[in-house]
């Protein structure tokens, strides 16, 4: 069979990887190639017998299974290279978001392994994944790259796995396996020094890229990134010959032509670098651009009030757009604005401060610091104070600037300038500051715990002009009401006309409380819940299916009873963000009472799913019992985390 699929025109796609089994019993072959614009795809099919042995039994299922998935296969198209533009330079926590987009784009076009066994591996791995087994995943992929270790695509997989876990050292050797495995792909390069940029392991980080010159010399991450690095470490040569070239290649680029203006103007080569961010601003002038100027221009003290107007003119744009959110339709394009406006109150800021106009400055600055937390933000405010000789508050703002962001060298630097300054005895930590910062507490609403996620529209006046319910606790859905009466003490600068959504955490037990989650936080409890529903819509997982001879409790079976339920382990992550809320949990009490098939119902996510499977899978139960008799039944738990005492509480 073949087929013909014609592109529109200026697309493009990466053809699917070529397909060969051979079994005694039948092979199938498959290819594409894209010709002229037009994806074509071969595949064949040849019957060596009329009938499968029962020794053949177990091949014929995973060459069927292999088969199948192919047909349920799905190969995205995407703008032609010479119609993109390059994405601009990622921050270390921004480099593992930019991974999750890479695996959506090209993790399923990696060539598949021609071992029948290490794909049947491979589709237990994620069958595991999907019901956050991550153990039984790793331990599956280990096996498919035992089988075949050039499965290229197995090693990411284990190595993303390994990183879930904070397993970085797994996690880097499995990677550099995966580029040993099949040299010429670019993804497992990029993973591995997006990995590396993530653990601020910046020579191995750049030496990777390096590498990845060699095989895919025009790949847009490899310009913005390796050129961010080189800069960082003053290699401006080397910055600005890499991004001259790619700039030569691609002139209507705008965010290499942004990169190359930064290079030039941090490399003192002032009017080079104008002309270059003068050129990016041509080709595209949207806000996130002027922004990105601006402050470019503020760190080299270039053309202030030229970096002024372009700072307030994307302020204006982003403050518009925030005029008209409505929290009857849940956009996630709210909740990034959210997040930017603080970025861009920063830039103004900034710029206010490099041109000595230090009250205004504060106001920006404050504003976005009290909003995203960001060290970056907290550091320009410490500068801030500490020009005006306010000592005290300079060291204040650097120690939660560090709490928020611990590897920033130049604030830890200006710290020990402020050793001598004396800081009151008696004050709380930088994180449980931080965590005050953003929490507010509410009358009593409810006498049963419980625990919601709600976003809140925040006028210019700090009062809410409206609240919505979006997952959690039933018996806090009307809780609207109660967030609607608040006035939330959101700082914003004099004069801004913006909304704010925000999203937070409402915790009730005693007392209740509203914690806002930082929009960082908010962005990334975004992004799962999308991969949530991508998985969903993929496929239902295999692990979730009941297998024969499980009851549930009633008619005639009594439900077992959990004799040793030791407590889950709070998450780092969902504790510096005040994260509380319900897993819930299904599985199966064996007839010897210990717990099987353990998956997620209902998940939280910040790395609380998985504390939860881990301690439920060390429970011991009384079996339930059927006419006398211990059997096999199937129930969910519920494993609830909350703040209120020092770890989580399972029911």
């Known amino acids: 069979m073949q087929t013909s699929i014609e592109l529109p025109k200026g697309w493009s796609v990466t053809p699917s990887s070529s397909v060969d089994l051979e079994e005694g019993f039948a092979e199938f072959h498959e290819s594409s190639e894209l010709k002229e614009g ?11 017998a009329n009938e499968v042995l029962p020794e053949q039994l177990k091949s014929y299922k995973t060459f069927r299974k292999a088969i199948s998935d192919r047909h349920d296969t799905y190969i ?4 032609a290279s010479e119609n993109t533009t390059a994405s601009p330079a990622v921050t270390p926590a921004q480099g593992m978001a930019r991974v999750a987009e890479l695996l959506r784009e090209g993790l399923r076009q990696l060539p598949e392994s021609s071992n029948s066994e290490a794909l049947q591996a491979e589709h237990d791995a994620i069958n595991a994944i999907q ?3 991550y153990t039984s995943a790793i331990t599956n992929l280990k096996r498919a790259t035992s089988l075949d270790p050039k499965f290229s695509r197995a090693w990411i997989m284990l190595a993303l796995t390994n ?35 993530s653990l601020r392991r910046q020579d191995d980080a750049i030496a990777t890229w390096q590498k990845l010159l060699t095989v895919a010399p025009e790949d847009r991450d490899l310009w913005s990134n390796l050129s961010r690095l080189y800069i960082s470490q003053k290699r401006y040569s080397e910055a600005t010959s890499l991004l001259e070239s790619a700039a030569k290649a691609n002139p209507s680029d705008a965010y290499l032509q942004l990169s190359l203006g ?13 002309d270059a961010l003068h050129k990016a601003m041509e080709i595209n002038s949207n806000a996130e651009m002027l922004n990105d100027v601006a402050y470019e221009l503020a760190e080299t003290d270039t053309s202030l009030p030229e970096a002024l107007s372009y700072s307030q003119r994307s302020l204006n744009e982003v403050e518009a757009k925030l005029k008209k959110i409505d929290l009857t339709t849940i956009r996630d394009e709210d909740l990034q604005l959210t997040a930017a406006i603080g970025a861009y109150w920063d830039t103004l800021g900034w710029i206010y401060f490099k041109m000595g106009n230090q009250p205004v400055a504060e106001n920006y600055l404050r504003s976005a610091w009290e909003l995203a937390q960001d060290g970056v933000v907290g550091d320009h405010l410490g500068q801030l104070y500490q020009k005006e ?42 994180g449980e500051e931080l965590s005050w910062m953003r929490t507010t507490k509410l009358p009593k609403i409810t006498d049963t715990w419980g625990s919601a996620d709600f976003d809140v529209l925040i006028a210019p006046s700090g009062k809410v002009e409206n609240s919505a319910f979006i997952a959690g606790s039933e018996l806090l859905r009307s809780a609207v009401k109660n967030l609607q009466e608040m006035s939330f003490t959101e700082a914003m600068p004099g004069g801004s006309t913006a909304y704010l959504r925000r999203r937070g955490v409402l915790s009730c037990d005693s007392a209740c409380t509203f914690v806002f989650y930082p929009p960082s936080v908010a962005l990334s409890r975004l992004d799962r819940a999308s991969s949530a529903k991508v ?8 692990a979730a299916t009941v297998p024969d001879g499980v009851f549930r409790v009633g008619g005639g079976v009594t439900p077992p009873r959990a004799i040793y339920s030791p407590e889950p382990e709070y998450s780092a992550q969902a504790r510096k963000a005040d994260y509380q809320g319900v897993c819930t949990l299904g599985l199966i009490v064996e007839k010897d009472g210990h717990p099987s098939h353990i998956r997620v119902l209902k998940g939280l996510g910040m790395g ?10 060390s429970w011991k139960f009384e079996p339930a019992m059927k006419d006398g008799h211990p059997v096999r039944v199937e129930i969910a738990v519920e494993v609830s985390f909350h703040l209120f005492q020092k770890n989580g509480n399972a029911n």
């Open 608 to 617: 609380l799913d998985e504390n939860a499977i881990q301690a439920v899978k």
């Open 535 to 542: 998985s969903e819509s993929l496929s239902t997982s295999p």
């Open 76 to 79: 995205l198209i995407h703008v």
């Open 131 to 133: 019901s956050k087994d």
């Open 389 to 430: 000789h306010k000592l005290p508050e300079a060291l204040h703002m650097y120690n939660l600037a560090l709490e928020s962001s611990p590897d920033m060298t130049e604030t830890q630097a200006r710290m020990r300038t402020l050793a001598h300054v004396q800081l009151p005895e008696h004050r709380m930590s930088a």
């Open 163 to 197: 990183e879930g876990k904070r397993d970085a050292s797994s996690a880097i050797a499995a990677l550099k396996n995966a580029v040993d495995a099949d040299p010429t792909q670019a993804l497992p390069y990029k993973i591995l020094a997006f990995l590396y940029m």
């Open 262 to 274: 930064t290079a030039y103007l941090d490399s003192k080569r002032t009017d080079m670098g104008l």
């Open 38 to 48: 037009v994806l074509l795809t071969r595949r064949r099919l040849v019957l060596k």
